[in-house]
Structure formats: C-alpha cells, structure tokens
C-alpha cells in the first residue's frame, strides 16, 4: 500500500520541530562521523543516541549512502504532468495527460512516465516541495545550496556574495574529500545559467574555498568522440611526450623553489597536479570510459546527451566519486521562448515529444541498473528542479513559473520506497500539509551520508556555519 505522510506544521516552524531532537543531540550526532564515535564519548551516551534516532525512525538511515547522484531539470518540471497529477481539475489545469498507476497501490503518475510508474516502490515523491520564489535562478540557488536567494524572485543576479553558499555538492566533497585521483564531487555535462549565458550564483563551493569546487566537465557522452576536454590529453600529444614535458616543468620547478613558498603558488601547484593526476591514471580513464559499457546498456539509458550522462554518472560514484551532478541543459533546438524544462509554449507538445522520453527512460534505467548491480541501497538519488509550472495554461498552451509548491523524488541510501510526503490543493496550487523547503531536502541528503544538518563547516572569517538549517524528512527515512 501507498505510504502518506504528512506533518501538522509548516515552513520553519516545520522544520524546527520535525525530528525532535535538540541541538545539542544534533551536534553530538554529527561527530559521530557515520561509524566513527566521537573522542571522550561515552558508549552509554552514543547508545542513548542511536536509541533516540532509532525511536523516531531514521536511525537506519543515517549514514547509508556512500553515494549520491542529483538530477537537476533545468527550467522547473510541470508537477501536474508528473509526480502530482490533478484528474479531477478543470481541463484548463489538469492538461492533456491523464495518470496511470504505480508499482505502488494507491500512487498515480502522469502517463508519461511508464517506465517509472513501474518503479515506484524504490521512490519516494515530495509533492509539497515550495520556495515562493519565481526566478530560475534565485529559487535554484536556494535547492542547490539550501539557503534563500537575497533577495527572493531576483532573476540573473550573478555568483558571489551575498549569494555565496557553497552548493550541497561543495559541502559533500568538503567532508567526504576526493577518492584516489577522482575529485569528490563532480558536474556535467556542462553548467547552469539562462538565457545569455548568464550563470546561475549556488552552483560552486562558494566561501568554503575552492578546495571544495565540485568539478565541472563539459562534455556530450552521446558523441561518437567522446572525451573529456578538461583532463584528456591533445591529439598530437603522446603519454610518452607527456612524461618528457612533464620531467622539463619538475626541474624547473625545483631552480624556483624559493618562488613556489608562495601560498597561492602552491594551491596552483596542487591543482596542477591534481589534473596531471587525471590525465595519467588508469582509474580516471576507466571511470570516463562509457565506450566500454554494452550497447544494450546505453540504448537503454537513452542515446542522448543527458541519457548518457546518466549513465556517466553512474560509472562516476562507482569509481568512488561521492556526488554527481547531472544538469539537463539546453538543447541545440531548444526554442527560445520555452528551453529545457521552462515550457511557456507548447507545454504539451514538447512534454510529449522532447521532455519526458528521455527523462522517463533514463531516470528509470538509472534505479533499475543500480538496484542490478546492488548499489541502490547506499546510493541516493535525488530528482528535482528549481521549482513547478503554474497550475493555468497561458494564451502560448504553456505554463509558467511556480515556486509555491512542486514535487520532487528522492530514492534509494537510505530513503523509504513508495512513500508519498506532503499534499498539495486540488489545483496544485499550493501546499496544504507536509511543505518541504529546500534547507529540508539539504538536511536529508546529508543525512543519509552521515553527516547532521548541524554539522559545521567555517567561513572564510572561520566562523562555525551549520551545513543546513533543515532537518531530516523523517516522513521518507
């Protein structure tokens, strides 16, 4: 049967007051560092901790994804023709698509996904998500990084303060580090920005440092080339002459010694070799190589862009890499009055022949390879947008921004399969019980790694800052 949940509160007072625990017992939790116990703790006390988790239900939770993989729809996916569709709305809100029924009894999805309908009971839907903000990139700051945009439906204001916050990938990779000669947190196939090529602020490591930059890798895994541009070597440029210019540049290197004392010289030096590191080793090349899976495998992921780099992102975190962003970006035909997922015109028509196809085919092979390979159970894969689609059709049959409320699907590392958390009004509309906020998907994707939402991480002044100002969904854990 369908699991609902809900909570009685909303907003901050929610999240105040969702897990229960005090914020003493949150810090004491995050020091716990996933199987680790603090130093000087007593085992009575670490006891009386899990006890306390285990009561509310997200004990099990805590710590199981090794791993974690974000699909962001550029644009804001419509909630009506996906997680929360609206049958019995007037045909004006409710579209031209009607539900179908889920692996999960009593859940219905749009029609146009039948390939995730069939794997529902691995999802678990948010249908109460809300920011109250309308701007592309101001509502994306806020589910990137888990903090409001300063000030709220601000569009095209440009990265850097007050707009700062690292982005949940930064903070990953900040306290789980790098694996071997793969970065810890990783962005493709190319970043986030709106029309002008203007880049959307939340999308780097922000005051956390650029130690922390998740690495963006700009790239089309679909292309019969494929390679990557960042850390693949030039054409007319041997291993053998790379060892040759890269023994010329160490003793260079060592006549200026006294130079390279340099603070910022020595960050160049790491990142210099960081990227040698890339073009060398076997792991990284092995990790890129999405030539080496069967054709069967990538049909089924879907031979596009984002398929592909699906399907790169798995490869990705199973090489070690802890989080992999995978942004749907705009296509080359896009049109420019409704690109991506931010369909002003034609919502149905580029729902039905653009949009949800590939999204369907490859979200779903992506739980069904996991679950294969026995990797869904600590690997966290999150579903979302920067917000929903306006319940009314404009006079263009398309609609617009809504950030008051809108769905989004966590699965798998620790999430509970076939719930459903949070009710929207029968226009889907706004929330009427269980709103989530983004500082709330923040917390819970922490969480699930190990680390509480008060963990603290230090700004650039080494003030202690709380990762999250959220707390777990517990109704999903």
């Known amino acids: 049967m369908i699991q609902f949940h809900s909570l009685q509160r909303s907003g901050a007072a929610a999240s105040n007051h969702r897990v229960g625990l005090c914020r003493r017992e949150w810090l004491r939790i995050g020091s716990l560092g996933g199987l680790g116990l603090a130093a000087g703790s007593s085992a009575i006390e670490n006891l009386g901790l899990a006890q306390a988790l285990e009561s509310r239900g997200i004990a099990g939770s805590f710590g199981k994804a090794k791993r974690c993989i974000v699909l962001f729809m550029l644009g804001g996916p419509p909630q009506h023709e996906t997680w929360d569709p609206k049958p019995e709305a007037p045909a004006e809100i ?63 204001s440009l990265p850097g303060p007050p707009n700062d916050w690292p982005c949940m990938a930064a903070v990953v990779r900040h306290l789980k580090g790098d694996s071997g000669a793969l970065p810890g947190a990783i962005r493709l196939p190319e970043e986030i920005w709106n029309t002008g090529r203007l880049l959307w602020p939340g999308q780097d490591s922000g005051w956390l440092g650029s130690h922390a930059d998740p690495w963006l890798v700009r790239c089309d895994p679909n292309a019969k080339d494929f390679k990557i541009p960042d850390i693949a070597l030039p054409a007319d440029l041997t291993i053998e002459h790379f060892g040759q210019r890269r023994g010329f540049l160490e003793q260079l290197n060592r006549s200026l010694d006294k130079i390279q004392k340099d603070p910022s010289l020595q960050r160049w030096s790491t990142w210099q070799n960081k990227a040698i590191e890339l073009i060398r080793t076997k792991e ?62 034609k919502n149905a028509e580029r729902l039905k022949t653009v949009l949800m196809p590939p999204m369907d085919q490859a979200y779903s ?113």
């Not at 109250?132 to 990139?137: F, I, L, R, V």
């Not at 992506?366 to 390979?373: I, K, P, S, T, Y």
Request: proline share 5%; glycine share 12%; charged share 20%.
């Open 94 to 156: 409710r579209g031209d698509f009607k539900p179908i029924s889920t692996a999960t009894p009593g859940l219905q999805v749009g029609e146009l996904m039948p390939m995730t309908a069939k794997l529902t009971n691995h999802i678990a839907v948010l249908r109460a998500m809300a920011t109250d903000d309308n701007a592309h990139s101001a509502s994306g700051y806020w589910m990137l990084t888990g903090n409001p945009h300063s000030p709220k439906n601000a569009e095209n």
């Open 284 to 345: 990284t090349q092995n990790a890129f190589a999405i030539e080496q899976e069967s054709d069967a495998t990538r049909d089924r992921y879907g031979r596009n862009r984002f398929g592909q780099s699906v399907l790169l992102a798995r490869r990705l975190v199973e090489s070690g890499v802890s989080l992999v962003q995978v942004n749907w970006t705009r296509g080359q035909d896009d049109p420019d009055n409704a690109p991506a997922w931010d369909t002003h015109a």
């Open 365 to 477: 092979a992506l739980l069904e390879d996991l679950v294969q390979r026995g990797m869904l159970d600590d690997t966290l894969v999150i579903w979302i947008g920067e917000f929903g689609r306006s319940p009314k059709h404009n006079a263009a049959g398309g609609r617009d921004h809504w950030g008051h409320v809108f769905s989004g699907a966590l699965a798998g590392g620790g999430v509970q399969g076939g719930a459903v958390h949070g009710v929207s009004d029968r226009q889907g509309a706004y929330p009427l019980d269980g709103r989530v906020e983004p500082q709330d998907l923040t917390a819970t994707v922490f969480h699930c790694l190990g680390f509480a939402p008060h963990t603290e991480i230090r700004d650039r002044l080494g003030r202690p800052l709380a990762i999250s100002k959220g707390a777990p969904i517990e109704a999903i854990l």
